[in-house]
């Protein structure tokens, strides 16, 4: 377990350190939505029937955009080898990335999400479930991202391949996530939407570990 | 019946046993599809749709194969990845671009048929949308399949990426479901389903059955191509060694 531990800080202090990844997808965020109003108008209620639906693909976007170098680095310094031959499992491995990849990247970024959703005309009483969505979204994204981050590794242009691999499977957490705000802002049932994103993000971190050790051994071997 | 299984997974085995298959099987797929093509041309009009109900006999088996293909792209992944046979390998990555073949044509087709019948090219439909979703998962694995160099480790990453879809299509199928029925599609003209008559069912599965054939010809054909392509390498690096 202290290893299991020890290897989260570390991912976190490599995510957070140098280059400031976390808030690089930030102010990726940022720009996406500040192009939307560009792109669609700056009509109110036009940007209000968009807007929540477009703050939650700029999160699925922007997840993507750290989820080159999780496995990448490690693989090229030969730190991928060491923890492969250490005591810890690689599927514990692969938890431990996709928990930090959580915590460093989609956190900031859920933060961030119900001010771009109010800034994009969303109402203020959604802004708790589109932040509450958003952190559960991330475990998905997160999770699922970091699967296809480790299928990638030794790809040649790994950061355009893990988009087309991953994006097809990002699509229930779109749905579920995007629906349940849209539910809620039609004054609907939002439960059903929020409750089957938990669950898809759940299923993700119970199972995509596996796939992503999998993948790890496979480009080691 | 595993033993006949496992000794045609040798390719050596697969290559004598199945090397007049893929004719025969285009022949009768031939047969078929004229058969097939003159019975949709003599069909009856539907009362509903008039002459257009004759896109489905070419989109409907289109949408089954790209499907069906799915499922076997993710059974000879499991076979390459937990027992390592080559063969199940060049299977897989054979059927690849057939199912993308197919379920293109499905998409191209439903969009003709859509234009007549609903007056527009796309629909956000259910359907339509889970099928879009199929062909992305089929670029997917051929995307990550052609980016890794080493043969063998594209084919095992392709095929771990092959299983999780497998996992994943029906979730995103309930998904779509569900997304479509919050959407509440709009005044769309439907397809109604009238229970459909012998003579319209009859010209449907004759096609769907010389869409199967065809594929296994194909299937068979570029499983085929694949194993010599391998051969060829070899003797390549042997040559290469030798010299």
Same mark, same amino acid.
């Given at each position: 377990?202290?290893?299991?531990?020890?290897?989260?800080?570390?991912?976190?202090?490599?995510?957070?350190?140098?280059?400031?990844?976390?808030?690089?997808?930030?102010?990726?965020?940022?720009?996406?939505?500040?192009?939307?109003?560009?792109?669609?108008?700056?009509?109110?209620?036009?940007?209000?029937?968009?807007?929540?639906?477009?703050?939650?693909?700029?999160?699925?976007?922007?997840?993507?955009?750290?989820?080159?170098?999780?496995?990448?680095?490690?693989?090229?310094?030969?730190?991928?080898?060491?923890?492969?031959?250490?005591?810890?499992?690689?599927?514990?491995?692969?938890?431990?990335?996709?928990?930090?990849?959580?915590?460093?990247?989609?956190?900031?970024?859920?933060?961030?999400?119900?001010?771009?959703?109010?800034?994009?005309?969303?109402?203020?009483?959604?802004?708790?479930?589109?932040?509450?969505?958003?952190?559960?979204?991330?475990?998905?994204?997160?999770?699922?991202?970091?699967?296809?981050?480790?299928?990638?590794?030794?790809?040649?242009?790994?950061?355009?391949?893990?988009?087309?691999?991953?994006?097809?499977?990002?699509?229930?957490?779109?749905?579920?996530?995007?629906?349940?705000?849209?539910?809620?802002?039609?004054?609907?049932?939002?439960?059903?939407?929020?409750?089957?994103?938990?669950?898809?993000?759940?299923?993700?971190?119970?199972?995509?570990?596996?796939?992503?050790?999998?993948?790890?051994?496979?480009?080691?071997? | 019946?595993?033993?006949?299984?496992?000794?045609?997974?040798?390719?050596?085995?697969?290559?004598?046993?199945?090397?007049?298959?893929?004719?025969?099987?285009?022949?009768?797929?031939?047969?078929?599809?004229?058969?097939?093509?003159?019975?949709?041309?003599?069909?009856?009009?539907?009362?509903?749709?008039?002459?257009?109900?004759?896109?489905?006999?070419?989109?409907?088996?289109?949408?089954?194969?790209?499907?069906?293909?799915?499922?076997?792209?993710?059974?000879?992944?499991?076979?390459?990845?937990?027992?390592?046979?080559?063969?199940?390998?060049?299977?897989?990555?054979?059927?690849?671009?057939?199912?993308?073949?197919?379920?293109?044509?499905?998409?191209?087709?439903?969009?003709?048929?859509?234009?007549?019948?609903?007056?527009?090219?796309?629909?956000?439909?259910?359907?339509?949308?889970?099928?879009?979703?199929?062909?992305?998962?089929? $670029?997917?694995?051929?995307?990550?399949? #052609? /980016? @890794?160099?080493? &043969?063998?480790?594209?084919? =095992? !990453?392709? *095929?771990?990426?092959?299983?999780?879809?497998?996992?994943?299509?029906?979730?995103?199928?309930?998904?779509?479901?569900?997304?479509?029925?919050?959407?509440?599609?709009?005044?769309?003209?439907?397809?109604?389903?009238?229970?459909?008559?012998?003579?319209?069912?009859?010209?449907?599965?004759?096609?769907?059955?010389?869409?199967?054939? $065809?594929?296994?010809?194909?299937?068979? #054909? /570029? @499983?085929?191509? &694949?194993?010599?392509?391998? =051969? !060829?390498? *070899?003797?390549?690096?042997?040559?290469?060694?030798?010299?």
């Amino acid at each position: 377990m202290s290893g299991f531990l020890t290897l989260y800080r570390r991912e976190l202090d490599l995510a957070w350190g140098r280059g400031g990844g976390a808030l690089l997808a930030c102010g990726f965020y940022a720009c996406v939505a500040a192009l939307v109003p560009l792109a669609v108008g700056p009509d109110p209620e036009r940007l209000a029937a968009v807007g929540p639906g477009v703050a939650w693909i700029a999160l699925a976007l922007s997840t993507l955009l750290s989820l080159e170098r999780l496995y990448e680095r490690d693989f090229e310094d030969g730190g991928l080898d060491l923890l492969a031959l250490g005591p810890i499992p690689l599927e514990a491995v692969a938890l431990a990335k996709g928990l930090a990849q959580w915590t460093a990247g989609s956190l900031p970024l859920a933060l961030a999400t119900p001010v771009a959703a109010l800034l994009l005309g969303g109402a203020p009483q959604a802004l708790p479930l589109t932040f509450a969505a958003a952190l559960l979204g991330g475990l998905g994204f997160s999770f699922v991202g970091s699967m296809g981050a480790a299928l990638a590794l030794g790809a040649r242009r790994g950061g355009v391949l893990i988009a087309v691999v991953v994006l097809p499977l990002f699509c229930p957490l779109v749905i579920f996530g995007a629906g349940a705000i849209e539910a809620f802002a039609a004054g609907m049932n939002w439960t059903p939407g929020l409750a089957f994103l938990g669950a898809y993000s759940l299923a993700a971190v119970a199972l995509t570990p596996f796939a992503a050790a999998a993948a790890v051994r496979n480009a080691l071997s | 019946m595993p033993r006949l299984m496992f000794g045609l997974a040798n390719p050596q085995k697969f290559m004598s046993a199945t090397r007049r298959l893929p004719a025969v099987l285009g022949v009768a797929a031939a047969l078929m599809f004229a058969v097939g093509v003159w019975l949709s041309f003599t069909a009856p009009e539907d009362y509903q749709q008039g002459d257009t109900v004759r896109i489905m006999f070419v989109h409907v088996p289109a949408a089954w194969l790209g499907l069906m293909v799915y499922s076997i792209l993710g059974v000879s992944s499991f076979f390459a990845l937990v027992f390592r046979h080559a063969l199940a390998d060049a299977a897989a990555r054979a059927a690849a671009p057939l199912g993308a073949g197919f379920t293109f044509l499905a998409l191209v087709t439903g969009s003709l048929w859509g234009r007549p019948m609903w007056g527009t090219w796309w629909e956000w439909d259910a359907r339509l949308t889970s099928v879009l979703v199929l062909f992305l998962f089929y $670029l997917g694995y051929m995307a990550l399949r #052609a /980016s @890794i160099d080493d &043969e063998q480790k594209a084919g =095992r !990453a392709a *095929a771990v990426l092959a299983l999780v879809g497998l996992v994943n299509l029906p979730i995103v199928h309930f998904s779509v479901d569900w997304w479509n029925t919050l959407h509440q599609p709009s005044s769309v003209l439907r397809l109604g389903k009238p229970t459909m008559t012998a003579d319209l069912l009859t010209p449907l599965l004759v096609m769907g059955v010389a869409y199967m054939v $065809l594929f296994f010809a194909l299937w068979i #054909a /570029s @499983i085929h191509a &694949e194993i010599r392509q391998r =051969r !060829a390498n *070899a003797l390549v690096l042997k040559a290469a060694n030798a010299a």
